[in-house]
């Protein structure tokens, strides 16, 4: 940090397993993407090129290599895995993550619907070429997944391999956890809390009222997604309490220094 301050909460140094931030590229070029982590990188842990925009970027090869120069990890996103499945090309899938020197890969099926215990057995496949973070919830907004199966899947893909699960948002956070109006659904998520551990959860919130909510249930190192790249120092400062949302929180508080 730039000066000293008393009471800020302790951060988790990179590389971290917890207080994840993880940003969401929906198409950033090159120049764009080295400006974005010449300010943000210390506090960016993976980056995702969402849905499928990394079929149709430009120069993608010497993007990933910018990200790599900063030591950021990226995956394709979810969408781009089941867009491969679904035309029985999964083999392929993996062969080009290794071609690009991806080392993390998604698994989702928020898109097509796949039987959860053949969704495990690519998780469990996948393992031995990537860590794995694999996506729980539809992007169906009316495709409402009850608490008890929430945390029934949650529980198998970790069993099967995933290091994290993701929680669904979609990039607008307005499906999964959350309803239509971006409102958490906090029975889900505490419920889900009571069986799964919170680290190992990456928690899909674009929006900055999901991620006050999240700050101020699970504290400032909780795993965050789908973050805009304009928004990681925000979220950052209020991850500490340097913004009027959080300013209060850690003040005097057994967490901070």
Known sequence: MNFNLSQIPERRKKPRSEGLTMVMDKGLSINETENFLSVSHPHVDIVKLGFGTSFVTPNLREKIEVYKKYDIPIYFGGTLFEAFLIRNQFDDYIAVCKDYGVS?????????????????GYIEKLTRHATILSEVGSKDAQHIIPPYKWIELMRAELEAGSSYVIAEAREAGNV?????????????????LTQIPGD??????????????????????????????????????MRIGLRGDTFHLFLNSETAK
């Open 104 to 120: 993390f890969i998604e698994v989702s099926d928020g898109s097509i619907t796949i039987p959860h215990a053949e969704k495990c």
């Open 200 to 237: 190992k959860i990456i928690w899909e919130a674009p929006q900055k009222a999901q991620q006050l909510y999240f700050l101020e249930l699970l504290g400032c190192n909780v795993n965050l997604g789908n973050i805009a790249p304009a928004e990681v120092i925000a979220l950052e400062t």
């Open 176 to 192: 999964g956890i959350y309803r239509g109006s971006g409102e958490v659904r906090e029975g889900l998520v505490n419920e889900i």
